[in-house]
């Protein structure tokens, strides 16, 4: 049995419910919206899938969790309860918080490709892609994990669904984005400006002219992110990342 802090404070109580380690970050993939267990666990790639079980089991007992059993009768479907979902600001405002005040503790062991790429699949500009099937070829060098220096992905994006490929998927590649992994996760997190990058040289783009341009639109890669966080929403903010995006024109 779960041991609590022993004490009636809200906060305390609040923290036995969603406190342990690991499960933040279960309702974050909830969250965005993930109710399979696969999908769940892509966005945690270092959590054991045993962990995540008992993790589910124990949100379900707090009552932020509900499962339902597939139609098929193979694996489970896990939905947010109304208290579940309560926790979305509370989860948003911690992200904020993290990408104002603790942005500069990203160590290199944090950064990780795939969740980078799952993290990037979630969030795309699907209004800004043309009507049509496009597809962005990611080359990483730099990785830290495990022996490799560098990998390429995939993203399909069609019809308003994206799809991740660590494997080619055999598709004509419409713009090829070579990076460092470092710098480009400093730039799509809005910590870096992507013209600086680009100058730099640990950012660079090949492809079509026309949808190289679109890319950091598509991407949110001209400092949007800040933005729409909340993280500065005055006219100044907005206007810089105009002009950011006016640089990066230039530059590609």
């Known amino acids: 049995m779960r041991k609590g802090y022993g004490q009636f404070c809200p906060v305390a109580k609040a923290a036995e419910a969603f406190g342990d380690r690991w499960s933040l970050l279960v309702l974050r993939e909830m969250l965005y919206g993930n109710r399979h267990f696969n999908d769940i666990s892509r966005g945690v790639p270092l959590m054991s899938r045993a962990l995540l079980v008992q993790r589910l089991k124990e949100l379900e007992k707090a009552g932020l969790v509900i499962s339902y059993e597939k139609e098929t009768g193979r694996g489970h479907e896990y939905l947010l309860t109304p208290a579940g979902e309560a926790l979305r600001p509370i989860v948003e405002a911690m992200g904020v918080w993290a990408q104002q005040w ?151």
């Not at 795309?124 to 992905?153: C, M, Y």
């Open 102 to 252: 603790g942005s500069e503790q990203i160590a290199s062991e944090d950064l990780d490709d795939a969740l980078l790429m799952w993290g990037m699949r979630r969030r795309i500009n699907l209004e800004a892609i043309p009507a049509q099937k496009i597809v962005l070829q990611l080359d990483f060098r730099g990785l830290t994990r495990g022996h490799k220096t560098q990998r390429s992905w995939w993203l399909v994006i069609e019809d308003s669904a994206v799809d991740v490929c660590q494997k080619d998927p055999g598709f004509k590649v419409d713009v090829l984005i070579s990076a460092d992994l470092s710098a480009f996760n400093h730039v799509w997190m809005g910590l870096t400006p992507l013209p600086l990058a680009l100058k730099q040289g640990t950012v660079s783009f090949e492809g079509d002219r026309n949808f190289v341009r679109q890319v950091p639109t598509w991407l949110y890669l001209n400092g949007e992110w800040r933005y729409g966080m909340g993280i500065d929403r005055s006219a100044a903010q907005l206007m810089q990342t105009n002009r950011v995006a006016a640089e990066c024109n230039k530059l590609l």
